[in-house]
């Protein structure tokens, strides 16, 4: 959260010269509101809209005219942006969209290498090809629940139809025209065709409202030839991807028509194959080809090249975006008045024939995410960077996550359904009365308990590591407070902020350790699944005591854990749907995973980054052209990542009337090592050399900024936190321990932003000015 600005201290360097000055601050995660930023309740909206805009207290709002009541001073101004993530209640349902969004992190995560292009190349198209199959496995579970488990077993069962009264006309005990299980099937498969149009209308909808953002234009590329190579979201359509997300859109929604359409037709074609009816034979035949052509199709569509960052690119492949998902539409069409047709003998039996696709999905997920690791592996070789979270595996890591929470999702779904159709009896325990979702699911679940028991250890490694961390830091506490007495409870808590916030740099490892496990459970579920043809406790059957105990146990735990996410991940759904309060909270999520376009999943949440950064870039660009005076950006946590890339957009010759002033700034501890490519070192020091001056305050105590590591004068920390140790008669009560927050309130924050004022004035780019200080703040 952001608080007021803060005034110029004592002694610091008057900010009177050089021409009017303005402080555009930015807030970070969670967001705030602009009385809270600008530390007046009478704000008012100088530019924009309810979804972001620039706010200005209302004695400002004429600061132009009136330069000598700033002399002393910068017009400050804030940038709010938390309704791009947290607005209206109809982004609760972004939940839905979790696995979507990790997996387009993954596209993000390439190691840095220049070099070798197929492999680059290659790099994007295994992303994409992971992000269709979470398409298509979200579709299927769709149509698990809505054809196999309601309409296929339920309907198509005497002693389940009998317990429900919802099946009504469609139950074989009403024994009408829809009671065929084609027209059942046909029936049933509105449910997921509905899910595919929801997707397409929520990608649609904020594709409008985000991707199609005018960036600040070409003028933004300009420098001069002597310049340093900048980093990729400096171009100018890196923060336009129109094209790119209407290709994908069309695409993955023609791919959920044809999951839909394949479920329909594998099922009838089966049938009509043991029949005797050659007509229907041939047609069903044709219809499986017309269907494994359209999804080759789509195939290749997802495979061509991805993204055009080196120009805008106002081409939107209307002729793709309109047939692709109208065929694939039609198609399901035909395959629905297929399933129709007669067939007065059909009866559904056992499973949905077909349900076999969820195992050879699960496979195709294990051999992308493998050939992905081993393709940034590659690409690490080519470029080693000490820093690089997982040595270059961070992408197929958070790949190998996405595709676990997709199953979990979709898994836990299916599970919760069948327990109920089934009365709350164990599904696929007694196949002669409901056999339930396919025993791959099932076996998916039961490996759950497993990794909690591998993570537990882990746990406490990091709990004892954490701790003697603590202790071993004690000493260097009471160093940084020398002229203190001694307190010992004191002095624990400050080393035990500074351990917690130390565990943000072990993330990569813990997660590696998840993802790891989770491919090797997952591969072990899978050959479980295709060995037994049964869910673990009927395989278990017959074997000694012990084994089928833990079979029935963790068959049961699987369930259990399964059932609860779905029922919190619901009623949190739910909770963000009603409650503002709580819609934000989920924001937060969005706020750390949302800033990079989606440039693999066009379903995923809205990129927020593509309407902030244009509207930063076009504010300064603007300003300072008007006024030919100087500004500060001031971005605290995640906005100190949309105050640099909003920089990188810049005109040369507006950056030079721009300093940056980050704190709490995630830029190096976090996107420098999960995002190497745009945020390693050579990209940071590309901008430190470009803007004119650049102060980033830090503190060993918070968990999610740091020193940006850039070299030169940048960095300035950590600063003390506490800022007094005991009371003093500045702090005559004790000094909280602020970690993440209030970085305006320590004395730093105004005397660094008077320098950087100074440094704009003087017109010296990169001007070091000595402040005769280490960085910390004295209190």
Same mark, same amino acid.
Not at 184 to 201: F, I, N
Not at 499 to 514: E, N, Q, S, Y
């Given at each position: 959260?952001?608080?007021?600005?803060?005034?110029?201290?004592?002694?610091?360097?008057?900010?009177?010269?050089?021409?009017?000055?303005?402080?555009?601050?930015?807030?970070?995660?969670?967001?705030?509101?602009?009385?809270?930023?600008? !530390?007046?309740?009478?704000?008012?909206?100088?530019?924009?809209?309810?979804?972001?805009?620039?706010?200005?207290? #209302?004695?400002?709002?004429?600061?132009?005219?009136?330069?000598?009541?700033?002399?002393?001073?910068?017009?400050?101004?804030?940038?709010?942006?938390?309704?791009?993530?947290?607005?209206?209640?109809?982004?609760?349902?972004?939940?839905?969209?979790?696995?979507?969004?990790?997996?387009?992190?993954?596209?993000?995560?390439?190691?840095?290498?220049?070099?070798?292009?197929?492999?680059?190349?290659?790099?994007?198209?295994?992303?994409?090809?992971?992000?269709?199959?979470?398409?298509?496995?979200?579709?299927?579970?769709?149509?698990?629940?809505?054809?196999?488990?309601?309409?296929?077993?339920?309907?198509?069962? $005497?002693?389940?139809?009998? #317990?429900?009264?919802?099946?009504?006309?469609?139950?074989?005990?009403?024994?009408?025209?829809?009671?065929?299980?084609?027209?059942?099937?046909?029936?049933?498969?509105? $449910?997921?065709?509905?899910?595919?149009?929801?997707?397409?209308?929520?990608?649609?909808?904020?594709?409008?409202?985000?991707?199609?953002?005018?960036?600040?234009?070409?003028?933004?590329?300009?420098?001069?030839?002597?310049?340093?190579?900048?980093?990729?979201?400096?171009?100018?359509? &890196?923060?336009?991807?129109?094209?790119?997300?209407?290709?994908?859109?069309?695409?993955?929604?023609?791919?959920? &028509?044809?999951?839909?359409?394949?479920?329909?037709?594998?099922?009838? $074609?089966?049938?009509?194959?043991?029949?005797?009816?050659?007509?229907?034979?041939?047609? !069903?035949?044709?219809?499986?080809?017309?269907?494994?052509?359209?999804?080759?199709?789509?195939?290749?569509?997802?495979?061509?090249?991805?993204?055009?960052?080196?120009?805008?690119?106002?081409?939107?492949?209307?002729?793709?975006?309109?047939?692709?998902?109208?065929?694939?539409?039609?198609?399901?069409?035909?395959?629905?008045?297929?399933?129709?047709?007669?067939?007065?003998?059909?009866?559904?039996?056992?499973?949905?024939?077909?349900?076999?696709?969820?195992?050879?999905?699960?496979?195709?997920?294990?051999?992308?995410?493998?050939?992905?690791?081993?393709?940034?592996?590659?690409?690490?070789?080519?470029?080693?960077?000490?820093?690089?979270?997982?040595?270059?595996?961070?992408?197929? $890591?958070?790949?190998?996550?996405?595709?676990?929470?997709?199953?979990?999702?979709?898994?836990?779904?299916?599970?919760?359904?069948?327990?109920?159709?089934?009365?709350?009896?164990?599904?696929?325990?007694?196949?002669?009365?409901?056999?339930?979702?396919?025993?791959?699911?099932?076996?998916?679940?039961?490996?759950?308990?497993?990794?909690?028991?591998?993570?537990?250890?882990?746990?406490?490694?990091?709990?004892?590591?954490?701790?003697?961390?603590?202790?071993?830091?004690? =000493?260097?506490?009471?160093?940084?407070?020398?002229?203190?007495?001694?307190?010992? @409870?004191?002095?624990?808590?400050?080393?035990?902020?500074? @351990?917690?916030?130390?565990?943000?740099?072990?993330?990569?490892?813990?997660?590696?350790?998840?993802?790891?496990?989770?491919?090797?459970?997952?591969?072990?579920?899978?050959?479980?699944?295709?060995?037994?043809?049964?869910?673990?406790?009927?395989? +278990?059957?017959?074997?000694?005591?012990?084994?089928? &105990?833990?079979?029935? @146990?963790?068959?049961?735990?699987?369930?259990?854990?399964?059932?609860? !996410?779905?029922?919190?991940?619901?009623?949190?759904?739910?909770?963000?749907?009603?409650?503002?309060?709580?819609?934000?909270?989920?924001?937060?999520?969005?706020?750390?995973?949302?800033?990079?376009?989606?440039?693999?999943?066009?379903?995923?949440?809205?990129?927020?980054?593509?309407?902030?950064?244009?509207?930063?870039?076009?504010?300064?660009?603007?300003?300072? !052209?008007?006024?030919?005076?100087?500004?500060?950006?001031?971005?605290? #946590?995640?906005?100190?990542?949309? @105050?640099?890339?909003?920089?990188?957009?810049?005109?040369?010759?507006?950056?030079?009337?721009?300093?940056?002033?980050?704190?709490?700034?995630?830029?190096?501890?976090?996107?420098?090592?999960?995002?190497?490519?745009?945020?390693?070192?050579?990209?940071?020091?590309?901008?430190?050399?470009?803007?004119?001056?650049?102060?980033?305050?830090?503190?060993?105590?918070? =968990?999610?900024?740091?020193?940006?590591?850039?070299?030169?004068?940048?960095?300035?920390?950590?600063?003390?936190?506490?800022?007094?140790?005991?009371?003093?008669?500045?702090?005559?009560?004790?000094?909280?321990?602020?970690?993440?927050?209030?970085?305006?309130?320590?004395?730093? &924050? +105004?005397?660094?932003?008077?320098?950087?004022?100074?440094?704009?004035?003087?017109?010296?780019?990169?001007?070091?000015?000595?402040?005769?200080? #280490?960085?910390?703040?004295?209190?």
């Amino acid at each position: 959260m952001s608080r007021a600005p803060a005034e110029a201290p004592a002694g610091a360097p008057a900010a009177d010269h050089g021409g009017p000055a303005l402080e555009l601050l930015v807030h970070g995660v969670g967001g705030t509101s602009p009385q809270e930023m600008l !530390g007046d309740p009478r704000t008012v909206r100088v530019t924009g809209d309810d979804t972001a805009a620039i706010h200005r207290r #209302s004695q400002d709002a004429d600061a132009e005219a009136h330069p000598e009541r700033y002399r002393d001073r910068p017009v400050p101004e804030a940038y709010v942006w938390c309704n791009l993530t947290s607005g209206n209640s109809a982004r609760a349902l972004w939940l839905l969209l979790l696995p979507f969004m990790v997996i387009n992190l993954a596209h993000w995560m390439r190691p840095p290498a220049a070099e070798p292009h197929w492999a680059i190349r290659l790099y994007g198209v295994l992303v994409r090809l992971i992000a269709l199959s979470l398409t298509v496995l979200l579709v299927a579970a769709a149509c698990e629940v809505a054809l196999d488990l309601t309409a296929w077993q339920c309907a198509g069962s $005497a002693t389940c139809s009998r #317990s429900w009264s919802w099946p009504g006309f469609i139950s074989v005990n009403h024994h009408g025209w829809w009671a065929q299980p084609g027209r059942r099937l046909a029936l049933a498969a509105l $449910a997921p065709t509905g899910l595919t149009v929801l997707l397409w209308y929520l990608s649609n909808r904020t594709w409008s409202a985000y991707e199609s953002q005018q960036p600040l234009g070409e003028a933004s590329a300009e420098d001069s030839p002597q310049a340093p190579p900048r980093p990729a979201f400096s171009r100018p359509g &890196f923060w336009y991807g129109r094209r790119l997300v209407a290709r994908l859109r069309a695409a993955h929604t023609a791919a959920g &028509f044809l999951t839909t359409a394949a479920a329909v037709t594998v099922a009838a $074609a089966r049938y009509d194959h043991d029949s005797t009816s050659a007509v229907r034979e041939t047609l !069903g035949l044709l219809l499986e080809s017309t269907l494994l052509l359209a999804g080759l199709v789509v195939v290749g569509v997802v495979c061509r090249r991805g993204r055009t960052e080196s120009r805008l690119d106002e081409r939107l492949d209307k002729a793709l975006t309109a047939w692709l998902p109208a065929t694939s539409l039609s198609l399901l069409a035909l395959a629905l008045l297929y399933a129709s047709w007669g067939r007065p003998d059909w009866t559904s039996a056992g499973t949905l024939p077909g349900d076999r696709a969820f195992g050879f999905l699960a496979f195709a997920q294990g051999v992308l995410v493998v050939a992905l690791a081993a393709v940034a592996k590659h690409l690490r070789h080519r470029a080693p960077g000490e820093r690089t979270a997982l040595r270059g595996l961070g992408g197929p $890591a958070v790949a190998m996550l996405a595709c676990a929470l997709g199953g979990v999702m979709t898994g836990g779904v299916a599970q919760r359904v069948a327990d109920w159709l089934d009365h709350g009896a164990t599904p696929g325990m007694d196949p002669s009365a409901y056999h339930g979702p396919p025993p791959l699911l099932t076996w998916q679940a039961s490996v759950i308990p497993a990794l909690f028991v591998l993570l537990v250890p882990v746990l406490l490694y990091f709990g004892v590591r954490t701790w003697r961390t603590a202790r071993a830091d004690e =000493p260097r506490v009471m160093a940084d407070y020398p002229t203190e007495r001694p307190d010992t @409870a004191r002095t624990r808590r400050i080393a035990a902020a500074r @351990a917690m916030a130390g565990l943000t740099d072990r993330a990569p490892l813990f997660l590696g350790i998840v993802s790891g496990a989770s491919l090797l459970l997952g591969a072990a579920a899978l050959v479980g699944a295709w060995w037994a043809g049964e869910v673990p406790a009927r395989a +278990a059957d017959g074997a000694p005591a012990p084994v089928g &105990f833990a079979a029935d @146990a963790v068959q049961s735990l699987g369930s259990w854990c399964t059932g609860l !996410g779905f029922l919190l991940f619901v009623t949190w759904g739910r909770r963000a749907y009603k409650d503002a309060a709580a819609r934000r909270t989920v924001g937060i999520l969005w706020d750390v995973g949302t800033f990079w376009p989606r440039a693999a999943h066009p379903f995923a949440p809205p990129c927020y980054a593509e309407r902030a950064v244009p509207d930063l870039a076009w504010r300064m660009n603007t300003w300072t !052209g008007r006024t030919g005076g100087r500004l500060v950006i001031s971005g605290h #946590s995640q906005g100190s990542v949309l @105050a640099a890339a909003a920089v990188w957009q810049l005109p040369a010759a507006t950056r030079r009337r721009v300093a940056l002033l980050t704190y709490g700034c995630p830029v190096e501890r976090l996107y420098g090592r999960w995002f190497p490519t745009y945020f390693g070192p050579a990209p940071l020091a590309a901008l430190h050399q470009e803007v004119h001056c650049w102060r980033n305050l830090w503190r060993a105590t918070d =968990p999610i900024g740091g020193p940006v590591r850039t070299g030169g004068d940048v960095d300035k920390g950590p600063l003390l936190d506490p800022v007094a140790y005991g009371r003093t008669s500045t702090h005559p009560l004790p000094a909280p321990v602020l970690g993440h927050s209030d970085y305006q309130a320590d004395p730093a &924050f +105004a005397r660094e932003r008077a320098l950087l004022l100074a440094a704009l004035a003087s017109d010296v780019p990169n001007q070091r000015v000595d402040q005769g200080s #280490s960085g910390r703040s004295s209190g």
